[in-house]
């Protein structure tokens, strides 16, 4: 069973060591666990659903708290604390594009507002109902999850856009297939959601991302179905595709998607590597991308997250060998630990580790022992469940994320990181910031930032302290030149960010595509584009 107000299976856990508790008290002082609020209790705060019975629609209290926030922050504190400012009034679960296409027909003769729904991972906002006067209709794509055609000769698989990462791949993988998009998210976040978010998996080096395997599809519109033939290329004009990637549910619901497949790889390991700094490491990485070796994933913790890593991991024993054993050679304070992947068959994997460790030895890297690799690899969809254990221990946890070209890397980086210790000191709060270079290319990289922090004494209060770090941080991000998403997204948190990088003119077009597709703001309004304008949409129409 799902948490309703926090990550994955309630049968998962993951556990904090007790020395790992002890480290962050070092950091950033004992946590502050005030009580969450129970579920029978906002069961008991969700308002009566102004939805009419409809065959397709579930009015259900339970069903429309389970949709009612992502997994950002403010969702955390939104779910865990009830102070919930609106609820969907319905939940569908159409079965397939048919009954899509009824509730899209539904939404035009009523004027209700259709919130398309994946995994409901979402970090900024994505998924959330807003306060309006017009209700709210969620529709989950969770029973659109089979595969629907396997096309081996040109290794492309179509399947109904609500299927997760588990399933999608427990249908390619005995067939001897991959898709080879693993979010971190993977275990709830779905194919729709990939697309229509724009999403990067953690091994894009090799396998790409979302946008370069989405071949084709099936969306429906408010218009009506549109089609998206899997061409293997075309120079057909702009490519329509692109208009649906990062739509965010707002210009129709995919229902099905054509994406590329790879066959399942004969061998794949992940290795860590130590450097004795940020600069090391990171040039290694530029050389590496522009070497063009077939690596799978490189990632570059920085000294902060390297240590962090480390001491939260609980092996005290092993980090205490490591401390000693590295410092002997020179790999002190600053050192920064990379994990980098290699997949292929047996010979590539075994060329390409031989070429990789000259380059990164030639930056002075220090090969670690395997099993840090292998840990990454057990854990790497595990980690979300420690944000679980971290807020019970009155700890709040935030992410965010960039990419910029190289020659602006280290500046936006420094830039981002301080504008959240900064934030952090005015409010006299001590936090705990680190990051890593998570996705590389050759003429720049995306990175990561995470931060942690105590809860404060109020919800409201941790939400303030939220915002300003997360203003912050986005202000010094664009400032600097970075995007203000490399795979988060807009939703509603960086839509006021998304004109200074598109442009006045950019603005224009998208807001025209958005009004030929949904000029009664039927779809997911106020995400993408902050033209939420609640209230003064169409009034409800007949058959409310
Ligand atoms: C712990 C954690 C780790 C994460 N790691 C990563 C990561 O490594 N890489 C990454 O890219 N992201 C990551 N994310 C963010 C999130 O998982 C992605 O944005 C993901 O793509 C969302 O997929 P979803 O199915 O959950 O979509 P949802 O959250 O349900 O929806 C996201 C948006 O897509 C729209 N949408 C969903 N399905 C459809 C559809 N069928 N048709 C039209 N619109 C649709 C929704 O309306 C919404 O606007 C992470 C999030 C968390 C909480």
Sequence with gaps: MRRWNGWGDEATDYPLPESAALYLESKIGSGNPSPDISFKQVLASVPASRLPEHPLISTAPTERVFHARGQSLPDWIAMRSGQIDAFPDGVAFPQDKQQVRDLLIYAGHTGVRLIPYGGGTSVVGHINPLPSAIPALTVDLGCMNQLIKLDEDSQLAT?????????????????????????????????????????????????????DNFKGGHVETLLGPLDLPAFPASAAGPDLRHAILGSEGRLGIITQATIRIYPLPED????????????????????IARSHLPVSMLRLSDAQETETTLELSGKVKLVSLANTGLGLVGYGPERC?????????????????????????????????????????????????????LWEKGYAIDTFETAVPWSKLSATTSAAKAAIQQTSEAAGEPVLVFSHLSHIYSDGASFYVTY???????????FAYWLANKTAASQAIVANGGTISHQHG????HACYLATEKGALGMKLLQTIQNAFDPDRLLNPGKLLADADQDSAPAQKEGM
């Design 452 to 462: 942690i922090f105590r809860r404060q004494e109020t919800p409201d209060a941790t």
């Design 268 to 287: 794949e390991h992940f290795y860590g590597v130590f450097f004795r700094d940020w600069e090391s490491g990171s040039a290694a990485l530029l050389q």
């Design 159 to 211: 399947f109904g856009a609500g299927i997760n990462g588990p399933d999608l791949e427990a249908q390619l993988n005995p067939r001897g297939y991959t898709f080879g998009h693993f979010p971190q998210s993977w275990e709830l976040s779905t194919l729709g959601g990939w697309i229509a978010s724009r999403s990067s998996g953690q091994q894009s080096y090799c396998y790409g991302r979302i946008e």
């Design 337 to 389: 630990l990379l994990i980098y992947g290699v997949t292929g068959s047996r010979r590539i994997v075994q060329w390409t580790r031989h070429q990789a460790n000259a380059i990164l030895r030639s930056h002075g890297g220090f090969p670690a022992i395997e099993m840090i690799g292998k840990i990454w690899q057990k854990s790497r969809f595990l980690t979300p469940y420690l944000r679980n254990t």
């Design 490 to 493: 807009i939703g509603t948190d």
